[in-house]
């Protein structure tokens, strides 16, 4: 069998003892840059690519190098969970949940049932990527704008399920994010937007300064005006281990945010995104228990990290099948290979079998490495949570500070993280939450350019996005999510009406 | 290529840790005559990963063996590359701060005009052309046109259906497309994308119709057939596709373009310091991996004599004039 082939010639490359620690390094790296804000994967990559050129052998960079991506989305859940502060866009949703369970002193759960999902979608997303990257490649590229369109309106509408609170004002914090994703230069006319004459605010706002302050500084400001709320959280700290029920509890979100986020990260123009928030919305649809969501239920926790894991893994179809960088970390592999002397195109998987098979390899390797590096971890990060507030609040900020400034080492962004920080704060005061605000965020840009691009591409004509098939069945599929979510409510209002009647 | 030493391991651990924050800080060295004793930034105005960014790391290798310190490449992204210049221009003119800019170096005054925050001209000094690379016009696979000639009559005939993909306003595949359709004298339907991947990931998916783009990003599509190919923008055929025509062989000699790369210093750098840089260029580019790496690219390296102040300077002056006519004409 040809896969059986394959694989053995790429666990042949990737085995060697130093593609071994060259995978180690990349995934430990990887972990480091996830739990430091600011510091994303696309940086560090960028930072670490010079050390490569001198590397003999083209397949240990692109090893160690794709292992510091996928390796910083297992990362980015741990500052959520303990903190409040995601470190990169997938685990704002992680913070929903996964913060809460660390304030029941539930932390070593949430840690471990974000590893232990995140190590079955990485090791199923890349076994996806070596079955079928061909046949998904081809798949995805018939996506256009239209489709991703589509596919950006399904998810915002599944994704009111964010709010535990009123839907309006989740509504009204989604529109909110959405606004805040317009500042900058257009892209379609490169004219600056509500820039107000600032420089700076011409590339946008960076989303490490959105999600810092209105997860940790609103979080901290929260905090001290309440001082009820500062529980001391490690003082009941119950199992670092997720108990027989947890596991119970676990298993259908991993399997469910498994499948769809190997479908999301294939998908071009951002699909990964997508991934985290999208399978957010279906444990909460799903659930049994819809209101434990946004209160430490750990279905919120394992969901949004395997969907992200598992698209972080298939999000490299179209550059392994296609020779075509999805996203910036994937231009930067990209970019590797060819200073390595590699012609990228479509041919790099004939031509190159042992670079593209011992990278899948390594990818198996590297999500085994990430959990058996990830596990003893926890009991370290939870002792994180002994500090008393007096030493936690100042050291958060500062981090915080420094995460901010390292993005391009502009001060700026500080200054925005302090203002984003206080106003996120009014709105916690309000009754309003972070999260559909951060997804506006990250979707708005997302909702904006595939809107006009497909308007531009069909000529003006609006048609297009029910006259083609995918998207036509996409918006249809979001209508019928739409009326599902309003329906109960309508019928709650009558119930009310009625009860009170009686 | 000399394997990673520790020192340069720790170097870059460190900077990843976030030590970097001080690399700007401890560049003090303003003694031209011990230039250079400390590590040099190479400011890229453009994203890791991009064209402009892999043809940085390409020379900086090799410049770094020259001059004996680490040649640290920065990403200043944002506004077609003013950004990243517009900060080199107020750098220190000492040498510690280099920047790498490509065509967009010119467009800047027409495309920006008041808004630009620097003078290309008056603001910097030249350390010498680096590359230039030949862009490729070419389309989707199921594009209608066989050859150009077949395109440029396709597309006049039918400008209101055609749309062009471009990596954004003012990227090289924008800049070439303005010029090949001001040429042929049409108005398509012009379709801006986040970059060069998301454009051509729609290209080979069909979903636009044609773009004009560097060879740095299309060779490997167009010797798989994902993309049809329709001519290169330079004067003579290229070596790594040499059964493209040239635009003038079919009978379009106005729609020659390169993306041309320099290397550049804030102006007020002794000359010492940029002699320093232009021989250290100069060597990368006779340097035989660079001559291997961008022929994989499609481009060499330019020839020792256009690689100094004096003669990139004339290029720049006689570009930023170029592209105001074309750019003024189609009203910015």
């Not at chain 1, 799903?286 to 394992?302: D, K, L, N, W, Y």
Request: aromatic residues 6%; hydrophobic residues 50%.
């Amino acid at each position: 069998m040809d896969l059986l082939d394959n694989l053995a010639l790429g666990f042949s490359e990737a085995l060697a003892v130093h593609n071994v620690l060259f995978c180690l390094l990349g995934v430990a790296l990887g972990t480091a840059v996830g739990v430091l804000p600011g510091i994303g994967p696309t940086a560090s990559i960028a930072l670490l690519l010079p050390l490569t050129f001198g590397f003999d052998d083209p397949v240990s960079a692109i090893i160690m190098l794709a292992g510091i991506y996928y390796g910083a989305q297992y990362g980015g859940s741990t500052t959520a969970i303990l903190l409040n502060i995601p470190g990169e866009s997938s685990s704002a949703v992680t913070a929903i949940d996964g913060h809460p369970m660390a304030r029941q002193g539930r932390a070593g759960v949430a840690l471990a049932a974000a590893a232990l999902g995140s190590f079955f979608a990485g090791i199923v997303g890349t076994f996806v990527l070596a079955a079928a990257a061909g046949p998904l490649a081809a798949a995805a590229l018939t996506f256009g704008s239209a489709e991703m369109f589509a596919v950006v309106v399904l998810g915002l509408v599944a994704s009111i399920a964010l709010a535990s609170g009123s839907a309006l004002k989740a509504l009204a914090m989604i529109v909110l994010g959405i606004l805040l994703g317009t500042i900058g230069q257009d892209l379609y006319t490169a004219v600056p937007r509500f820039t107000f004459g600032v420089r700076e605010l011409w590339d946008g706002l960076s989303f490490v300064s959105v999600a810092v302050a209105v997860f940790g500084i609103a979080e901290i400001l929260k905090n001290l005006h309440d001082p009820r709320t500062r529980v001391r959280v490690a003082a009941k700290v119950e199992n670092l281990w997720p108990t027989r029920e947890d596991r119970r509890r676990m298993v259908g979100p991993v399997l469910r945010a498994t499948g769809l986020g190997s479908v999301l990260g294939v998908l071009p123009g951002g699909g990964h995104v997508l991934a985290a928030y999208g399978a957010y919305a279906v444990e909460k649809r799903v659930s049994r228990r819809p209101q434990e969501f946004g209160r430490g239920a750990i279905e919120g926790v394992t969901g949004p990290e395997s969907a992200n894991n598992a698209a972080a893994q298939t999000s490299f179809v179209p550059l392994l099948a296609l020779g075509l960088p999805a996203h910036p970390v994937m231009a930067l592999l990209l970019s590797a290979l060819i200073i390595q002397g590699i012609q990228p195109g479509p041919g790099v998987m004939t031509a190159q079998p042992e670079l593209v098979w011992g990278l899948i390899a390594s990818m198996f390797i590297g999500n085994l490495l990430l959990v058996v590096l990830n596990l003893p971890l926890i009991r370290m990060w939870v002792k994180l949570l002994d500090v008393p507030y007096s030493v936690m609040f100042p050291a958060i900020i500062a981090f915080a500070c420094i995460g901010t400034y390292a993005i391009d080492q502009n001060p700026f962004h500080v200054l925005v993280m302090a203002v984003l920080g206080v106003g996120g704060f009014v709105l916690v005061r309000c009754g309003c939450e972070p999260a559909p605000l951060l997804l506006g965020f990250v979707l708005g840009p997302l909702l904006e350019n595939h809107l006009r691009r497909a308007l531009l591409i069909s000529h003006g004509d609006p048609t297009v996005f029910v006259t083609r098939p995918i998207s036509g069945v996409l918006l249809g599929l979001a209508v019928v999510a739409l009326v599902i979510a309003v329906l109960p409510m309508i019928r709650r209002k009558r119930d009310v009406v009625f009860a009170e009647e009686d | 290529m000399t394997p990673a030493g520790p020192r340069k391991v720790a170097a870059y651990l460190g900077a990843l840790a976030g030590l970097s924050l001080t690399l700007a800080a401890c560049s003090s060295g303003s003694d031209p005559a011990s230039y250079p004793d400390d590590d040099i930034e190479v400011v890229v105005p453009f994203a890791a990963g991009g064209p402009t960014d892999t043809v940085t790391r390409m020379i900086a290798e090799p410049m770094a063996e020259e001059l004996g310190v680490q040649l640290v490449v920065q990403n200043v992204e944002g506004a077609g590359g003013t950004v990243g210049a517009g900060q080199v221009a107020t750098e220190d003119p000492d040498g510690y701060t280099v920047l790498m800019h490509h065509i967009g170096m010119s467009t800047a005054p027409a495309l920006y005009g008041e808004d630009l925050a620097y003078d290309p001209v008056e603001d910097f000094r030249t350390v010498g052309l680096v590359t230039e690379v030949p862009m490729t016009i070419i389309a989707r696979s199921d594009f209608e046109p066989d050859t150009f000639e077949d395109f440029v009559s396709y597309v006049q005939e039918n400008e209101s259906e055609v749309t062009m993909a471009t990596a954004g306003e003012g990227a090289a595949s924008d800049l070439c497309g303005r010029l090949l359709t001001s040429a042929i004298g049409v108005e398509v339907t012009v379709v801006p994308y986040d970059g060069t991947g998301p454009a051509m990931e729609d290209l080979v998916g069909r979903q636009v119709d044609f773009m004009c783009d560097q060879t740095t990003n299309t060779t490997g599509q167009i010797t798989e057939g994902t993309v049809k190919a329709y001519a290169v923008t330079t004067p003579e055929r290229i070596e790594s596709l040499p059964d493209l025509p040239t635009t003038a062989e079919s009978g379009q000699p106005d729609v020659e373009v390169s993306v041309w790369h320099g290397l550049y210093v804030p102006a007020e750098t002794p000359d010492e310091v940029v002699e320093q840089l232009t021989s250290a260029l100069q060597t990368a580019l006779a340097d035989q991996s660079v001559i291997d790496q961008m022929a994989e690219l499609g481009t060499t390296p330019v020839e020792a004599d256009r690689a100094t102040p004096e003669a990139h300077t004339e290029l720049l002056t006689e570009q930023i004039a170029t592209w105001s006519d074309v750019i003024g004409s189609q009203g910015g």
